[in-house]
């Protein structure tokens, strides 16, 4: 099973703001099938990026994705207010897929 | 429109069983993966088993392995979560979720909350 360690659990930020989102991968994630969810409450959570950089159907520019191998991040160039959530990280290579434990981006 | 609407869930003591349905359209189920990911209280999500299109293929995580069966019906496009001998972990809110081409998962359903306690 791979595991996925996301950093930091919390990202207290200002809007206008640039968040950077870090998730380590315990062994490679082949072919970069890495995604990144944005999770509301109450809500299901939204596909943001897959295959650690393409922008899912609809995502803003502000939302980027990159990396390989096991080392990912997440970029939101400047956050709105509808911004602030929690999200997650996924590995969707292998038949046992796995998140990473979130981080929460709020308001400071 | 892609939908994927949730039902069953509720509450059972330890020990008991539940069945969980998600009734999809506007797409075609007979060929897309489906999951089912869950999310326990104030806790991040989980992944907990996926099922091919053709329902030949089951995979599972290990704290469910040999308790909880997915299974599908292409001619309802319909997934079903059978859960047995539940746990007090095995409270959450469960997701269904449709992978896309990539294998990542692009809709979900509502959510549908199951609570395991005496």
């Known amino acids: 099973e791979i595991v996925l360690t996301q950093s930091p659990g919390t990202l207290s930020l200002s809007p206008g703001e640039r968040a950077t989102l870090s998730c380590r991968a315990s062994?490679?994630?082949?072919?970069?099938?890495l995604a990144w969810y944005q999770q509301k409450p109450g809500q299901a959570p939204r596909l943001l990026i897959y295959?650690?950089?393409s922008r899912a159907t609809g995502i803003p520019d502000r939302f980027s994705g990159s990396g390989s191998g096991t080392d990912f991040t997440l970029t939101i160039s400047r956050l709105e207010p509808e911004d602030f959530a929690v999200y997650y990280c996924?590995?969707?290579?292998?038949?046992?897929?796995?998140f990473g434990q979130g981080t929460k981006v709020e308001i400071k | 429109e892609v939908k994927l609407v949730q039902s069953g869930g509720g509450w059972v003591q330890p020990g008991g069983s539940l069945r969980l349905s998600c009734a999809a359209s506007?797409?075609?189920?007979?060929?897309?993966?489906i999951s089912w990911v869950r999310q326990a209280p104030g806790r991040g999500l989980e992944w907990v088993a996926s099922?091919?299109?053709?329902?030949?293929?089951?995979y599972y995580v290990d704290s469910v392995r040999g308790r909880f069966t997915v299974s599908r019906d292409n001619a309802e496009t319909s997934l079903y979560l059978q859960m047995n001998s539940l746990r007090a972990e095995d409270t959450a809110l469960y997701f269904c979720?449709?992978?896309?081409?990539?294998?990542?998962?692009?809709?979900w359903g509502q959510g549908t909350l199951v609570s395991v306690s005496s």
């Open positions: 099922v091919k299109p053709d329902g030949s293929d089951k």
């Open positions: 295959g650690a950089s």
């Open positions: 979720a449709r992978q896309n081409y990539y294998g990542c998962f692009d809709y």
């Open positions: 062994q490679s994630v082949s072919s970069s099938y």
């Open positions: 506007g797409f075609t189920f007979s060929s897309s993966w």
């Open positions: 996924q590995q969707y290579g292998s038949s046992l897929k796995t």
